[in-house]
């Protein structure tokens, strides 16, 4: 949203990720690190920052063995591949 209303850098928004990504994985918060990860890897990737998004995402799909079929890790398998 902020990227689309450009009232923030992308710079800025990706710093707010990873700080929402770091925030669910201390509060071991898997379902809301995935969702977080997911629109990290995203902008990643819209960045030409492939490589960086795969490292980021894979572990954290890694860790599911159950759910796969979930709204979240549906759009992981997709960015994923």
């Known amino acids: 949203i902020l990227l689309a209303k450009d009232s923030a850098t992308r710079e800025h ?4 990720l990873r700080q929402a990504v770091s925030i ?5 918060g898997k379902s809301l690190e995935i969702r977080a990860a997911n629109s990290l890897a995203r902008l990643l990737r819209d960045q030409g920052r492939n490589e960086e998004a795969l490292e980021l995402l894979q572990p954290i799909y890694d860790w599911f063995t159950e ?3 979930t ?3 549906r759009d992981a398998t ?3 591949a």
């Open 13 to 16: 928004v990706e710093s707010l």
């Open 67 to 69: 759910g796969l079929d």
């Open 78 to 80: 997709a960015l994923l």
């Open 24 to 28: 669910a994985r201390s509060q071991e």
């Open 71 to 73: 709204k979240d890790l």
